[in-house]
């Protein structure tokens, strides 16, 4: 488990509840945090996240498998801005069944946070994360949230869905209902089957192979 990364600021943080548009086996705690590489503290948290990668890569290479996806991103208008994302599924499997994980929240004085507010970008956040080398889809390793500290809050506040200012027209125009994920409903009233997409899975094909050792020196460190 590492130490907390430097306070950065969040995008897209899914704590209070989990995002279950891809998981629908509870859903994935996910938060982003962007990172400036020209902070002394933001660099010092992304080097660690690096040579944590660089040992992943480095076991999958002693298993003939090849790592694939980053938990970064790079800024393309502004190079200095890393994007790490840190996600954990809400359930996880272990010898005696199915438990649950949930991330930890804290205030700024250091207080378990029991009510956790919708946060929206902009909030100043660190994160505990504990590595997880994958294999499925390509391989890659994911950054699991253990706890979070609100250092400053942007609350998100959900937009309101307008009200149709229009009366209903006789004989006017009526738009087809195209499927879309969820309960939906007609124009006229009545329900519609909504069209239920079953989760993409795919796993790394074992044939894969390297020809030749991943070796790293400390020169490769933060090299985005």
Same mark, same amino acid.
């Given at each position: 488990m590492s130490n907390p990364t430097a306070g950065a600021p969040c995008e897209w943080a899914q704590i209070k509840e989990p995002d279950t548009r891809y998981n629908k086996d509870? &859903?994935?705690?996910?938060?982003?945090? /962007?990172?400036?590489?020209?902070? *002394?503290?933001? #660099?010092?948290?992304?080097?660690?996240?690096?040579?944590?990668?660089?040992?992943?890569?480095?076991?999958?290479?002693?298993?003939?498998?090849i790592l694939g996806s980053k938990p970064w991103t790079v800024d393309t208008e502004d190079t200095n801005l890393?994007?790490?994302?840190?996600?954990?599924?809400?359930?996880?499997?272990?010898?005696?069944?199915?438990?649950?994980?949930?991330p930890t929240v804290f205030d700024g004085n250091g207080?378990?946070?029991?009510?956790?507010?919708?946060? &929206?970008?902009?909030?100043?956040?660190? /994160?505990?994360?504990?590595?997880? *080398?994958?294999? #499925?889809?390509?391989?890659?390793l994911r950054l699991q949230p253990i706890a979070l500290q609100i250092q400053s809050l942007v609350e998100y506040t959900?937009?309101?869905?307008?009200?149709?200012?229009?009366?209903?027209?006789?004989?006017g125009y009526v738009a087809p209902v195209a499927p879309v994920f969820?309960?939906?409903?007609?124009?006229?009233?009545?329900?519609?089957?909504?069209?239920?997409?079953?989760d993409f899975k795919s796993e790394l094909d074992n044939t894969t192979h390297l020809t030749d050792a991943v070796v790293y020196t400390d020169d490769d460190i933060l090299d985005f």
């Open positions: 509870g &859903g994935t705690y996910q938060i982003t945090l /962007v990172f400036n590489k020209t902070n *002394p503290e933001h #660099l010092a948290s992304l080097r660690l996240i690096q040579v944590e990668y660089k040992k992943a890569v480095q076991e999958a290479a002693l298993k003939n498998k890393i994007r790490v994302k840190f996600s954990q599924k809400r359930f996880a499997q272990g010898r005696d069944g199915k438990f649950e994980i949930i207080n378990v946070v029991t009510d956790i507010p919708l946060m &929206g970008n902009g909030s100043m956040i660190s /994160v505990q994360w504990a590595p997880h *080398p994958y294999d #499925l889809q390509g391989g890659g959900p937009e309101a869905k307008a009200e149709n200012p229009f009366a209903k027209v006789n004989g969820g309960n939906t409903q007609g124009v006229d009233g009545t329900k519609e089957t909504p069209v239920i997409e079953d």
